[in-house]
């Protein structure tokens, strides 16, 4: 198995994401923090809480950071709705937060395992670019870091940034230039890991309660993309599971294709804070510091989602 430490902003994909990394069987994850940013500090923790007492799991869940290191928090609540999950209501957790914060309870995680950890980030990077400045002696301990974030191209929070980096480009880039290896799901990619009609009819009919429950907030958050002004008009025909795309590739790194870039994240420019440069022509000089994905096989990464579905 591989042991994981997931720091999420639930958020409905980012609950898709904790779905697929609670069940899979190669995945074993040890700690959950929670990184404002889809919605508050204090409702993406009580997301987290009730989503995976919901699935019957029980996983140590540390509170993050409640602002972005130097800006204000801006949130996603038009795409993700005032609870961060959609129209759902999920029924009170079977257990509590921890009372470590995040940073203490990776940095205790990161330096009791055996062998190096694996982060999965699928928000904005506030707690993993703290804790990489505050703690730079655990890099050793972490294995790569997988993260949901950023654009080589268009963004979709403005023309060039995405809205994970957008929040925090501070932290992005002490994240980035770090010296851990990175993998990075940009857009690019997470454009193409999408449900189509199909795909959520099989969900609706398939009548379980779960089902049920995720198409309905699948349904919200299809709902939201389609009419964001941000994004392109075929987006109304399907639901982008941009963070699945982070432990899918986790799980299984074929379903993807990539290349090792270096990247910055801009954080003083004028029209393009938070953009993800990724120097694909290869003139800044720098070493590559990211492999930077930008395919993925759609059916393959469906197949994998759905497999979970059904225990
Ligand atoms: C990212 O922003 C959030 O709204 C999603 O959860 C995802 O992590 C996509 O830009
Ligand atoms: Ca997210």
Request: net charge negative.
């Amino acid at each position: 198995k591989t042991p994981v430490i997931i720091d999420c902003d639930p958020g409905i994909d980012d609950v898709m994401m904790l779905l697929l990394a609670l069940r899979h069987e190669s995945i074993d994850v040890k700690l959950i923090t929670t990184s404002a940013g889809n919605q508050t500090q204090d409702k993406v923790v009580d997301n987290a809480l009730r989503f995976v007492s919901y699935i019957g799991e029980e996983v140590e869940i540390a509170r993050g950071l409640d602002k972005p290191m130097l800006r204000d928090l801006v949130i996603a609540d038009h795409i993700h709705g005032e609870t961060g999950i959609g129209g759902v209501e999920l029924p009170d957790p079977d257990f509590e937060v921890s009372d470590r914060t995040a940073i203490e309870a990776m940095v205790s995680v990161l330096n009791e395992a055996s062998e190096p950890i694996t982060i999965v980030a699928t928000g904005p990077l506030t707690n993993v670019g703290a804790l990489l400045l505050a703690h730079p002696e655990v890099k050793p301990k972490i294995k790569q870091i997988v993260l949901m974030g950023g654009a080589a191209r268009g963004g979709n929070v403005t023309p060039k940034a995405e809205f994970n980096m957008f929040v925090d480009p501070e932290a992005a880039e002490i994240v980035m230039q770090s010296g851990v290896p990175v993998v990075k799901c940009g857009l690019d990619v997470t454009h193409q890991a999408y449900l189509d009609q199909m795909d959520l009819r099989l969900l609706k009919v398939s009548g379980t309660e779960l089902s049920e429950t995720l198409y309905e907030m699948l349904a919200f958050y299809k709902d939201a993309q389609a009419t964001s002004p941000f994004l392109e008009p075929y987006h109304a025909e399907v639901v982008r599971l941009h963070d699945l795309c982070a432990i899918a590739y986790v799980i299984d790194p074929s379903l993807f294709k990539g290349d090792d870039y270096f990247v910055t994240v801009e954080s003083s420019g004028a029209y393009t804070t938070g953009a993800t440069v990724v120097d694909h022509l290869r003139t800044l000089g720098e070493e590559p510091n990211a492999h930077v994905l930008h395919s993925v096989d759609r059916k393959r990464f469906v197949e994998l989602f759905y497999s979970v579905l059904e225990e």
